[in-house]
């Protein structure tokens, strides 16, 4: 834990903290956590330091003590800047969240942005936008007028979008995201927004994308029916999700992940009648792929579903 974010206020309980750290650095987790228990004696408010707390709890494996210390990092902010809620669901035999805390969302990008790039790409091999990009093409697209890249993060997304598109507008939740985007002088307009709770507007749009973007967002019913409600008669929407095997399933990550006949019938629902699924791998995570689909969707039919053997049927 470093920086501002994650200091008590109590000299004496970071000096605390700072020695529990190095305790379980050393390998002593029961030692880590009655060191850190004394911290936040002296610091009852302080939420990385239960957050801290529970997770050396769960590392001991003592789930409920994990449990508990969670649940005071919400009791204490409610809008869970760290995400102590989804750790705390899962630690359920099934996880139950369908949605990420937007103030976890938002906190992890806005420190995540400096070395957003380098990570993603150069670390973990993210391809997403190749991938978008490639299955587009292929499903028949040319163009679009006006284009809307979907928590568009640094940009890496709109660097590929804006070639193909007339006018190219961004959102994204993180403001220090948004910042990093910005110096690349490809949008035409850039949108603080938290992308889980948009309102339909009179904007159309020719082609929404939301690249890996999905996965911080859990269920997607109603951010599909705003794309639906927001493109054109001839729109395209097209995004990547981590491929899951049963309907919305929130992973050790924290990252969801969306099984193929959930999207599928969800974008049916929502009035698509063109959609494609393509499995690929789009980034490796913790030295493994991660198995991904590459969705487009429109109203007129265009694409075939490719599944993992290789194998393509039409889709409906």
Known sequence: MAGPVFLSGDPAADRRADFAESLAASGDTDGACEVMTGALDLAPHWIAGWYRLGEWQEKAGRPDAADAAWARCVAIDP????????KRDLLRPQPLAESLPPAFVELL?????????????????YRGPDLIM????????TGAGHALDLGCGTGLMG??????????????I????????????????????DIARLEIGPERYDLIVAADVFT?????????????????????????????????????????????DYVRDL?????????????????????ADIASLCV???????????????????TA
């Not at 942005?113 to 150069?122: I, K, N, T």
């Not at 490639?134 to 697209?141: E, K, M, N, P, S």
């Not at 487009?296 to 039409?314: C, F, T, V, W």
Request: neutral net charge.
């Open 79 to 86: 809008a869970d800047p760290l995400g102590a809620g989804p």
């Open 109 to 125: 990008f806005d420190q995540y942005a400096p070395r957003f790039e380098q990570a993603l790409v150069g670390k973990l091999g």
């Open 134 to 141: 490639d299955a587009l093409h292929a499903a028949g697209f």
């Open 159 to 172: 660097q590929h979008l804006r070639p193909v598109c007339t006018r190219l507008d961004g959102n994204d």
């Open 174 to 193: 993180s403001a220090r995201m948004l910042a990093e985007a910005r110096r690349k002088r490809i949008y035409d307009r850039l949108d603080k927004t």
């Open 216 to 260: 911080y967002v859990g269920a997607l019913e109603d951010i599909v029916a705003w794309c639906a409600a927001s493109l054109s008669d001839t729109g395209w929407l097209a995004f990547t999700v981590e491929k899951g095997e049963h309907g919305v399933t929130l992973r050790d990550s924290r990252r969801f992940a969306h099984a193929p």
């Open 267 to 287: 974008l049916t629902a929502a009035g698509f009648t063109g959609v494609s699924l393509t499995e690929g791998v789009m980034r490796r995570d913790r030295g």
């Open 296 to 314: 487009i969707a429109s109203r007129q039919p265009h694409g075939r579903l490719r599944e993992g053997d290789g194998e393509a049927r039409e």
